[in-house]
């Protein structure tokens, strides 16, 4: 995979379209003739060699697209490609263009790092003379841990055992499954640095998590799914930006031609004579110092709503719960 040719790497190092994910209905949830419908009709275009956010609250259909992907559980419906490869087409070489760190970690206590990844290698066909069994558990300081029982090993070098069973096979596309769930700061830390030296070296992340922060400080690209549906889809910056700006939109009892000057910090648009938007930063400005502000300007208000309030519930529950310190 790494060895192809520039000019025949594709511009997107995975492509989702239309995908449908409904599980099975389960016996135990009466009246639930229908399963669970996951994924309700996602498309995503994840550009190659970025770091690309899947960010979304509990139950939001993340894990079940990266399973998707690691071909772990089967679609519904939808197109996928991963390095231009179709999943349903040519299975075998989706899979070797794609290493996934899931969220579990399951690992048998009786292996040891060098065993596991030695095993992984061989499942890959890695041959022998290629692996670089040493190599990448010394890129995950584990390297004086490579034949210890893995039962024996903590859990965050349990997460770094698995990033480095997901990159035995060299894939150009590395994805990470909340992989800083429960782990404390300095591993965070050290898992950060290694993803970012995977990125300079070239490998697209594709990683979901919880949290705001974290997509924000790692990130280019972030895209928010909710209830099975992306709800939100551009670079970072941009993102988080548009999450902390809540828009209200006036509805004026008389006609206005000119905006009170008072409003001017509220980046006003009068959208005609009898409807007014404002902007605020959430971070910045308290909604009653708005309401203080449209007060004293002496406005007859007929009606006032926000805008996007899907987006702003995301962005309360993405930012209430902070990554474990
Ligand atoms: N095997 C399954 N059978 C039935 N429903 C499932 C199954 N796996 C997940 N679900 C349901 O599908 C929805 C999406 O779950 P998923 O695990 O993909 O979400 P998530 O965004 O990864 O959440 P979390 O962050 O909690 O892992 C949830 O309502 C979940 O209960």
Redesign the pocket.
Known sequence: MAAKSAASLPDLAVSIKGLVKR??P?SDRKGAKE??L?LDHVDLAIPRGGIFGLL?P????????INILAQLVRKTEGEVRIWDIDLDRDPRHAAAAIGVVP?ELNIDPFFTPRDLLDLQAGMYGVPKAERRTMQLLEALSLADKATAYARTLSGGMRRRLMVAKAMVHNPPVLVLD?PTAGVDVELRQQLWAYVRELHAQGVTILL?T?YLEEAEELCDQIAI?NH?KVIACEPTAKLVKRLDTKEVLLTLGADLTTVPAALASFAPELKDPRHLKLHYRTTETKFGALLDAIRATGLEIADLSTVEADLEDIFLELTRRRPAA
């Open positions: 599980y099975a389960s399963g669970k996951a979304g509990n139950g939001a259909g993340k894990s079940t697209l969220q909340e979901t919880h799914i099975g």
